[in-house]
């Protein structure tokens, strides 16, 4: 069947026949990108301001990134671990430079990334805490989002989120975000870990509070637990830092990665740790058949290097300032709050204004691509290679929509 034919009205009919019902998108069906831009079918043009919940950071299609990967196309794409393939040492050692560690192991997804962090630190309170057996605790927040499998939805707060997906595993405390007391309170004996996201993307653009992170950083310290930092959505440049961490002037001691590691072409993900940490991984403990593969890792490289090359940490935190600063300049009756850090921006819509969902579709009429995130928030979280032009061109139609 030759899909240029059809329109999107036929393509949205046929996804939802034949597609699992998982996710409510806009009616928008894309089928052309570059840059900040994408096309649907009929040649209308969009502002993407999703960027795939942040795996676009160095915006579609981005030149360098798609060369790196005809280029890798056309020679190695698979190897599986059981060999060695040439991408892959330069690829880890391009990582552990940018995050100052010593240690990384690749997989696909961010849920991989994370589930391989849960082992990680289960494995070195065992084997190096002393940690009695299968008693491990993992201290995470409330409304957090790590991924979809079945450990990790275990520990979400979001009750859609484990609703009919149980029985789960033990083995993961829950505490206020953005609340130190309540960290120190919750680390005990078998405590290994906690696992947090500097920001909290999915939960609405929480911004905890200032030193937030340094604090923590500061208790797991001095308690022997793991700070096991998620900067999947995050990382890479999105927040005006390469790595969110960065403001508290820290480093965890396992970092999460995932998203625009793969340059918007292709997942990739992994953690980084000290040698320390990640030596209580040995041959057979874990693994994945694409996880490290060299697609991946020549795409992962590329996709760093534009990001590091093009300053685009800079020029999140200089896009995101004026970004921010123009959106709550807006006179709106429906904004609550604006808030968010480099180009990662929420804007919270009042209640009595009703949900966020109709002002993104209001948006989408306009040539303005945004999705809300937990009822009352619009993300906006454009590629970071946006220029003020495009910011204005958006704030236009935002402020529109908002008032
Ligand atoms: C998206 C995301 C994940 C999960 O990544 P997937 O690639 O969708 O599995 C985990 N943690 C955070 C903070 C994320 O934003």
């Given at each position: 069947m030759d899909t240029q034919q059809l329109s999107s009205r036929d393509l949205i009919k046929l996804a939802e026949t034949?597609?699992?019902?998982n996710y409510h998108p806009l009616p928008v069906v894309i089928s052309k990108a570059s840059g900040v831009w994408v096309w649907d079918v009929e040649g209308k043009k969009y502002m993407d301001m999703l960027s795939s919940y942040s795996a676009l950071n160095q915006g579609h299609l981005h030149p360098r990134i798609v060369d790196a990967a005809r280029r890798q196309m056309e020679r190695l794409t698979l190897t599986s671990r059981a060999f060695h393939n040439d991408q892959f040492g330069p690829f880890c050692e391009l990582l552990c430079k940018i995050s100052s560690q010593e240690s990384v192991l690749l997989m696909n997804t961010g849920a991989e990334a994370v589930e391989t962090a849960i082992k990680a630190a289960r494995k070195w309170g065992y084997?190096?805490?002393?940690?009695?057996?299968?008693k491990a605790e993992i201290i995470v927040c409330e409304n957090n989002f790590h991924g979809r499998t079945t450990t990790i939805v275990g520990f979400s707060s979001e009750h859609q989120y484990r609703d009919g997906f149980g029985p789960f595993g033990p083995g993961f405390k829950m505490i206020p975000y953005s609340d130190l007391e309540a960290l120190e309170r919750a680390i005990g004996p078998s405590t290994v870990g906690f696992l947090v996201e500097p920001i909290q993307g999915e939960a609405g653009i929480i911004v905890p509070h200032e030193g937030y992170i340094g604090e923590a950083a500061r208790i797991c310290k001095e308690n022997n637990v793991?700070?096991?930092?998620?900067?999947?959505?995050?990382?890479?440049?999105?927040?005006?830092?390469?790595?969110?961490y960065e403001y508290d002037s820290i480093k965890p001691d396992i970092l999460i990665v995932g998203k625009a590691l793969g340059g918007g072409l292709y997942p990739v993900s992994g953690i980084l740790a000290s040698k320390d940490i990640m030596g209580?991984?040995?041959?057979?403990?874990h693994g994945s058949t694409?996880?490290?593969?060299p697609l991946a890792c020549a795409i992962g490289s590329e996709a760093v290097k534009v990001i590091v090359e093009e300053r685009l940490d800079e020029r999140a935190a200089q896009a995101g300032s004026y970004f921010i600063e123009r959106l709550r300049a807006i006179q709106s009756p429906h904004i609550k709050e604006v808030r968010g850090k480099g180009l990662l921006i929420g804007i919270e819509v009042k209640e009595s204004s009703g949900t966020a969902r109709p002002f993104c579709e209001r948006l989408m009429e306009l040539g303005i691509l945004a999705k809300e995130t937990h009822q009352q928030v619009i993300r906006f979280a454009p590629p970071?290679?946006?220029?003020q032009e495009e910011i204005d061109w958006a704030l236009e139609r935002i402020t529109k929509v908002l008032t």
């Amino acid at each position: 069947m030759d899909t240029q034919q059809l329109s999107s009205r036929d393509l949205i009919k046929l996804a939802e026949t034949h597609g699992a019902h998982n996710y409510h998108p806009l009616p928008v069906v894309i089928s052309k990108a570059s840059g900040v831009w994408v096309w649907d079918v009929e040649g209308k043009k969009y502002m993407d301001m999703l960027s795939s919940y942040s795996a676009l950071n160095q915006g579609h299609l981005h030149p360098r990134i798609v060369d790196a990967a005809r280029r890798q196309m056309e020679r190695l794409t698979l190897t599986s671990r059981a060999f060695h393939n040439d991408q892959f040492g330069p690829f880890c050692e391009l990582l552990c430079k940018i995050s100052s560690q010593e240690s990384v192991l690749l997989m696909n997804t961010g849920a991989e990334a994370v589930e391989t962090a849960i082992k990680a630190a289960r494995k070195w309170g065992y084997r190096i805490k002393g940690v009695e057996p299968d008693k491990a605790e993992i201290i995470v927040c409330e409304n957090n989002f790590h991924g979809r499998t079945t450990t990790i939805v275990g520990f979400s707060s979001e009750h859609q989120y484990r609703d009919g997906f149980g029985p789960f595993g033990p083995g993961f405390k829950m505490i206020p975000y953005s609340d130190l007391e309540a960290l120190e309170r919750a680390i005990g004996p078998s405590t290994v870990g906690f696992l947090v996201e500097p920001i909290q993307g999915e939960a609405g653009i929480i911004v905890p509070h200032e030193g937030y992170i340094g604090e923590a950083a500061r208790i797991c310290k001095e308690n022997n637990v793991l700070l096991m930092l998620d900067e999947i959505q995050t990382g890479l440049g999105r927040t005006g830092k390469l790595f969110c961490y960065e403001y508290d002037s820290i480093k965890p001691d396992i970092l999460i990665v995932g998203k625009a590691l793969g340059g918007g072409l292709y997942p990739v993900s992994g953690i980084l740790a000290s040698k320390d940490i990640m030596g209580v991984f040995t041959p057979g403990d874990h693994g994945s058949t694409f996880g490290g593969n060299p697609l991946a890792c020549a795409i992962g490289s590329e996709a760093v290097k534009v990001i590091v090359e093009e300053r685009l940490d800079e020029r999140a935190a200089q896009a995101g300032s004026y970004f921010i600063e123009r959106l709550r300049a807006i006179q709106s009756p429906h904004i609550k709050e604006v808030r968010g850090k480099g180009l990662l921006i929420g804007i919270e819509v009042k209640e009595s204004s009703g949900t966020a969902r109709p002002f993104c579709e209001r948006l989408m009429e306009l040539g303005i691509l945004a999705k809300e995130t937990h009822q009352q928030v619009i993300r906006f979280a454009p590629p970071l290679v946006i220029d003020q032009e495009e910011i204005d061109w958006a704030l236009e139609r935002i402020t529109k929509v908002l008032t």
